[in-house]
C-alpha cells in the first residue's frame, strides 16, 4: 500500500458545507493525485501534486481545491459540497520506478445529502 | 501521455485464459506499460508491468508487440475471484505529466 492513509474513510455531509479529505504518506515520494471513481466513468483526475506546494488541475477540477503544505499530506477540499461530488475519492502516489507504478490509498467515501 | 483504448467489458467461464488487448498507438520511447486490477470498494493495484516483449509473474503474463502500439494482459485458467476492472496505463518518468486512466475493461467470470 505504499504507506498511504486516508481520512476520513467515509463521511456524510450536508450540501454546503466545506469537507477536507486528507491523504498522509509515509515514504517521501514526490507526486501525489486525487481522483474519484464513479459508476461508468472510471477514475477521473481531480488534481495532483508534484512537490510541497506545487499542484495543477486535472480532468474534474471544478468544485475541488487542493493543498500540499508537506510532502507527506496532499489535501483534497470540497468548498461548497454539492450532491454531484458524491462519490469515492482515491488518493494515489506514484512510485520512483522507471514505469511510474501508481499506488492507491484505500478510498474516502463521501456522500452529500 | 499515450491515450490507451480498451474494451469495455468481457466475460469468460472459469478455468479459461483470458486475454485483453490495450492500444497505446501514441507510445512513447521511454514509457512502461502497467496493467492495474479493481476489486468493487478498493483502490486498484498493480498486476503487472512491462517495456517490451513478454513479461510473466505469478498473477500474469503481459505481451508486448515489437511494434509496442498495443499490449495484451493473459490471465491464465480465471476463477470468480478474477472479476474485476482491469486498467492499462501507459507512461514514463515524464517529470510532471498527470497520469490519466481509461474507463478499463470490467472482466466477468461465469461459473
Known amino acids: 500500500d505504499a504507506g498511504i492513509t486516508q481520512s476520513p474513510r467515509h463521511k456524510v455531509t450536508e450540501t454546503g458545507t466545506p469537507v477536507t479529505l486528507r491523504c498522509h504518506q509515509t515514504e517521501n515520494h514526490r507526486y501525489m493525485y486525487w481522483y474519484r471513481q464513479d459508476p461508468g466513468h472510471g477514475l477521473r483526475l481531480i488534481h495532483y501534486s508534484y512537490g510541497v506546494k506545487d499542484t495543477d488541475k486535472g480532468e474534474v477540477s471544478d468544485g475541488y481545491s487542493v493543498s500540499r503544505s508537506k510532502t507527506e499530506d496532499f489535501l483534497l477540499t470540497l468548498e461548497s459540497a454539492t450532491s454531484s461530488q458524491t462519490s469515492v475519492y482515491f488518493c494515489a502516489i506514484r512510485g520512483r520506478d522507471p514505469g511510474n507504478t501508481i499506488y492507491f490509498g484505500e478510498g474516502s467515501w463521501l456522500t452529500v445529502v | 501521455l499515450a491515450k490507451t483504448t480498451q474494451p469495455i467489458s468481457m466475460d469468460s467461464y472459469e478455468g479459461q485464459e483470458v486475454n485483453i488487448t490495450c492500444s497505446h498507438n501514441n507510445i512513447a520511447t521511454n514509457d512502461y506499460i502497467t496493467w492495474y486490477q479493481q476489486f468493487p470498494s478498493q483502490g486498484p493495484r498493480f498486476i503487472i508491468q512491462?517495456?517490451?516483449t513478454k513479461v510473466t509473474n505469478e498473477v500474469a503474463s503481459l505481451f508486448i508487440p515489437a511494434d509496442r502500439k498495443s499490449s495484451t494482459l493473459s490471465l491464465p485458467r480465471v476463477s470468480l475471484s478474477d472479476t474485476a476492472v482491469y486498467y492499462c496505463l501507459v507512461g514514463s518518468d515524464s517529470g510532471n505529466t498527470p497520469l490519466v486512466f481509461g474507463k478499463g475493461t470490467r472482466l466477468s467470470v461465469i461459473a
Open positions: 512491462g517495456y517490451k
